[in-house]
């Protein structure tokens, strides 16, 4: 699953709303939405990959033109906060209006209810997974404890990621405010990527890599996700697949959940 988290000007407007004036930094948020996703688009439009569009609904709003861009190509677009906020900072009254709120513009501008939710910096409350069931989503992608998809009690599908397939903590920098450390070489960020999807298609995991296309959408960046997949797709037996397909595929085969098999093939060698 490759996930692309547009995070956008809320990189920097969700910390503090005062960066605006900060333009530099500004123009760094920017380019993911005006650059980073035109180029990432047309390298999944060449290896014709199917992905999963985070996108806070500010966002959306903001580049009307990048979401038509997405929609059109069939890319899946799911709910990321609105202005990408820290769910852990809410109360569950604003958690709940805000994925209303976040859900309603997703729907309006791509005609279509999203059904996949991924929290802001990964983080959710006790209360997220009722909330998101509630409201009709079928999955989350927000949790880490776990490296195949499995079922909430409440029905939801988690699709669990982690921090090792994310490449903030590769890639991320900015000077002031103080972001990230210093940005990796993209042959030891291949490495490190490379390495974890062997071993997981040996183990029969699901490989959820999340990047932001401001960071991910640089070209040399962009030349490791072509290799990277062109490389995946060589060694076979991979599917590539948006959220939802994921989620459904996990809902309608409890087989393949690894709370009702212990001999899940994720758990051998
Ligand atoms: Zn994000």
Redesign the pocket.
């Known amino acids: 699953m490759l996930c692309f ?1 547009v ?1 956008g000007e809320t990189t920097a407007l969700s910390e503090d709303p005062a960066l605006a004036s900060r333009l530099t930094t500004m123009s760094q948020c920017e380019y993911g939405p005006n650059v980073g996703v035109p180029r990432l688009l047309g390298l999944l439009d060449h290896l014709q990959v199917p992905a999963t569009f ?1 996108v ?1 609904s500010y966002i959306a709003e903001q580049h009307p033109r990048m979401m038509e861009a997405i929609v059109s190509r069939g890319h899946e677009v799911g709910a ?1 906060g609105h202005l ?1 906020e820290k769910l852990a900072h809410l109360t569950p009254n604003e958690e709940r209006s805000i994925l209303e709120k976040s859900t309603g513009i997703l729907e309006r501008i791509t005609g279509k209810r999203p059904v996949g939710f ?1 929290a ?2 990964f983080e959710i409350n006790p209360g997220t997974t009722d909330l998101l069931a509630a409201h009709g989503f079928l999955y989350n992608a927000s949790l880490m404890g776990d490296d195949v998809p499995y079922m909430h009690p409440n029905g939801l599908i988690e699709i669990p990621g982690q921090w090792m397939l994310e490449d903030w903590e590769q890639f991320a920098f900015n000077a002031e405010p103080a972001w990230g450390s210093l940005p990796e070489n993209c042959a030891k960020v291949f490495d490190l990527w490379w390495r974890e999807f062997e071993a997981m298609h040996d183990f029969g995991c699901c490989f959820v890599l999340t990047l ?1 296309p401001w960071l991910s959408g640089r070209p040399s960046r962009v030349r490791l996700l072509e290799e990277l997949l062109t490389k995946a797709h060589a060694r076979g037996n991979v599917w590539f697949a948006r959220g939802h397909e994921i989620a459904e595929y996990v809902r309608d085969h409890p087989e393949a959940r690894r709370e009702v098999n212990f001999d899940h093939p994720a758990s051998k060698p």
Request: cysteine-free.
């Open positions: 988290d995070d985070f806070p990321h990408h991924r802001p910096w932001h």
